[in-house]
């Protein structure tokens, strides 16, 4: 599968975007998708995922009530809806698939697919 992600940008603090994948492939619906980031001089961290049907998403910590990953089987679509957006949230953001169904991985590793990452600056 192939991902491409939008929807980056330069916003305030406080503010929100909303971040698009997009998937080629029509086995889309059975892999689990995961939002990653990674900031400068950082490790590439874990933000959200969701399962395959969209019924179960979980978040890292420090977003829990400010993102909300969502997608849309049927469009091969994959949303990261961002407000209360803080300087610290500024990274690249990739989109990422992980074959395995029965995981909810929040490791890098364990997603065989990546897009190639948007950029989202957050000025205080």
């Known amino acids: 599968v192939q991902l491409v992600e939008s929807g980056g940008g330069l916003v305030q603090a406080g503010g929100s975007l909303r971040l698009s994948c997009a998937a080629s492939?029509?086995?889309?619906?059975?892999?689990?998708m995961g939002w990653f980031r990674q900031g400068p001089g950082k490790e590439r961290e874990f933000v959200a995922g969701i399962s395959s049907s969209g019924a179960m998403t979980y978040y890292e910590e420090s977003v829990k009530g400010r993102f909300t990953i969502s997608r849309d089987n049927a469009k091969n679509m994959v949303y990261l809806q961002m407000n209360s957006l803080k300087p610290e949230d500024t990274a690249v953001y990739y989109c990422?698939?992980?074959?395995?169904?029965?995981?909810?991985?929040?490791?890098?590793?364990?997603?065989?697919?990546w897009g190639q990452g948007t950029q989202v600056t957050v000025s205080s």
């Open positions: 990422a698939a992980d074959p395995n169904i029965y995981r909810r991985s929040r490791r890098p590793t364990s997603y065989e697919y």
């Open positions: 492939g029509r086995t889309f619906s059975v892999y689990v």
